[in-house]
Every structure is written in C-alpha cells, then in structure tokens.
C-alpha cells in the first residue's frame, strides 16, 4: 500500500469547517483513499473512502486531486466532538486487505 | 446487527501472568484483524485470519504472543507472560470477504479491549 503524509496536529474552531489535508504521492491506479478517526481511545471509525471522484456522506466530503496524488478531508461544521486522530490510508479495496495506520492528524476543535 | 464486540474492555494483570483476550467480528465476516496501540503510539497492525487460516501475522511482536481463531468465528490473542511493554488498548476488526457486491473493503473495528500489565 501507497504511503501518506499527514500534518502531525491542526487546530479548527467550533462551527467552522476543518480541512485536512493528505498527501499520497505514489499511489497506484487501482488503490482507494480511506480516511478513519480515532476518538480519544474508542475503536476507529470509518468516514470516508474514494477513487478519483469527489464523494460526500453524512460526515463529510472527501476531495481527491485531478493526479490523485493529494486528498483533502472535510468536515463540513466541526463540532467539539469532531476532536480526534484522522487518518489517510490508500489502499485497494479488497476485503482480505488489511489496513495500515499512520500517525495520522490530529484534528482539536476549539469553542 | 452487532458491531464487532471485544472483551474484557479492560484487564489489570501483574507482569508474568497470563491474558486471553477475545473478539466476536461481525457475522459473516471471513476477515478477522488484530491492532494494538501502546501509549503514544501509532496503531500497529498484528496480525489477519481468513476464516481460521493466519493470512498474515508479520506484526505479531513476539512468541509470548498466540492468537487463534478456531472455527473461523470469533478469536482470541493470549498474551503469555505479560511484559510491562504489552500494556495499551488491542484493537480487533473484521471486513468481508474477497469479493461481494456490497464490499468497499471498509474495516469495522471494536471499541478496543486495554491491557495493564503492572
């Protein structure tokens, strides 16, 4: 699996959005980008995962550049409870694949 | 449908004893994952049953580590004996198998089952 590069911490004020960005520069044609969080200690949790289009849920947005070499994550109003780890993992979505995690971002949203 | 249940959520064991920790995945998933994260620590990937076949246990740190998966249901990871280091949170996850018209390769994890070792 590709390498990430991550800003080690970012800090987002309540209500405004967080953007998180990724860099993944020697990802291969067929490898997904899939961010997760950690809150505090709980089990990582899913947000997001991509190809080369832009794709949104209910937690965020993901936006992936045109040489899919760069990601950003949005989280379009960040909440106190957004606090957390986020972590950019490329990978190819086999389900046999595991997952491997860097040292992520991590993401303090302030009042 | 049950999410992927761990337990105990938390042991407190003195150095030299022995820990059995045990993790239910979701039903139908082939694909068990072991994780641990010691303090300060990145999460570390241990080891991936398919079914009850070890596929890759690269991460596993040493040999007082055993983890199994009889049955192809639910695992266990014993520690044997516990080392000071071994304390921090082990994470357990399952996915789909191989192929599945719904599989977007996505991990679910526990909530972690926290290991002191004292």
């Known amino acids: 699996d590709a390498k990430t590069t991550q800003p080690t911490s970012m800090d987002c004020a309540e209500g405004r959005a967080a953007n998180l960005p990724c860099n993944h520069s020697t990802i291969s044609g067929n490898e997904y980008v899939y961010w997760y969080r950690q809150i505090h200690s709980q089990g990582p949790q899913y947000i997001i995962h991509g190809l080369k289009n832009n794709e949104t849920n209910e937690m965020a947005s993901l936006i992936i550049t045109e040489d899919r070499k760069s990601s950003t994550l949005i989280l379009p109003h960040a909440t106190l409870r957004d606090t957390a780890v986020y972590y950019c993992i490329v990978r190819v979505p086999r389900g046999n694949n595991d997952m491997r995690f860097g040292a992520g971002t991590r993401l303090t949203v302030k009042p | 449908e049950a999410g992927v249940t761990q337990f105990p959520s938390h042991s407190v064991i003195e150095k030299g004893q022995t820990v059995t920790l045990r993790c239910d995945p979701i039903s139908g998933h082939d694909n068990l994952y072991w994780y641990r994260r010691v303090m300060g620590k990145e999460i570390k990937f241990l080891l991936h049953?398919?079914?009850?076949?070890?596929?890759?246990e690269s991460g596993m740190p040493n040999n007082r580590f055993l983890a199994e998966r009889t049955g192809g249901t639910y695992s266990t990871l014993k520690v044997q004996p516990a080392e000071l280091e071994d304390s921090g949170v082990y994470f357990c996850?399952?996915?789909?198998?191989?192929?599945?018209?719904?599989?977007?390769?996505?991990?679910?994890f526990g909530e972690g089952s926290r290991l002191t070792v004292l």
């Open positions: 996850a399952s996915s789909q198998g191989l192929f599945g018209a719904l599989n977007t390769g996505e991990l679910f």
């Open positions: 049953f398919v079914k009850e076949s070890k596929q890759d």
